[in-house]
């Protein structure tokens, strides 16, 4: 069965240190990968989405960016954090197209605080 | 692109009332529709999908959702909810021929079922 891992669960970092989210994906090949925020309120909010190896897409232009340096890794980073990026993210994968029909599978996230 | 509208952000009900949580998406094309619930410290965890045919569709622990394509709207119901049902509800929809399109959510609502 297919599984997925995100990490960490907690993270506390001070304003203008970097960032790094990881999230992989065990049990499928070729999963469709996403990163959402989720804030108090404002709902799950898409960050990026990837299709394949290197493929990003960016739905929110801000201080964050994505990397899928592997078929089933998925990487969240920024250079310089703000107070603003605290919040609870979400790492999910779907299956790849072959069928349009498909549901999202979600990590258990990551709160993270800024400081 | 694809809207999601939940209007009602907190409620709060009695054990044993009925439930009706609203959920209106902008999208002219065909869609795919889910409910979410995502209880206190877990994971976002699917409650029921629609991709077609019967606009009535069962899902788990009782729920029940209605797809009104004239109305835009794929309302969450519950006959008789339980203290159990306490968590917050997302609403979510993806273009349904597009390929690869990421899932775009509601902003969520939460339910209090109180004893």
């Known amino acids: 069965s297919q599984t997925i891992h995100q990490w960490p669960a907690t993270l506390v970092q001070p304003v203008g240190s970097p960032l790094s989210l990881e999230c992989t994906v065990e049990g499928t090949s070729n999963p469709n990968l996403y990163w959402y925020r989720q804030a108090a309120g404002r709902g799950l909010q898409l960050l990026f989405y990837?299709?394949?190896?290197?493929?990003i897409s960016s739905e929110v232009p801000q201080n964050l960016s994505a990397s899928r340096p592997q078929d089933r890794q998925f990487i969240l980073s920024s250079k310089k954090l703000l107070l603003s990026d605290s919040g609870f993210y979400l790492c999910?994968?779907?299956?790849?197209?072959?069928?349009?029909?498909?549901?999202?599978?979600f990590g258990q996230g990551t709160r993270l605080t800024v400081v | 692109a694809q809207s999601v509208s939940q209007h009602n952000h907190h409620v709060i009900l009695s054990e044993a009332a009925s439930l009706e949580l609203g959920c209106n998406y902008s999208?002219?094309?065909?869609?795919?529709l889910f409910w979410y619930v995502q209880y206190p410290g877990q994971h976002l965890q699917l409650l029921l999908k629609?991709?077609?045919?019967?606009?009535l569709v069962k899902g788990i622990k009782g729920f029940e959702a209605e797809f009104i394509k004239s109305k835009f709207s794929f309302n969450l119901r519950k006959p008789s909810v339980q203290w159990s049902d306490t968590a917050e509800y997302f609403c979510?929809?993806?273009?349904?021929?597009?390929?690869?399109?990421?899932?775009?959510f509601g902003k969520g609502t939460r339910l209090s079922v109180i004893a």
């Open positions: 979510a929809v993806n273009a349904g021929q597009l390929w690869n399109t990421p899932l775009v």
């Open positions: 999208y002219g094309g065909t869609v795919n």
């Open positions: 990837s299709v394949g190896i290197g493929q």
């Open positions: 629609y991709f077609s045919g019967d606009p």
């Open positions: 999910a994968w779907s299956p790849l197209s072959g069928t349009v029909n498909f549901e999202a599978f």
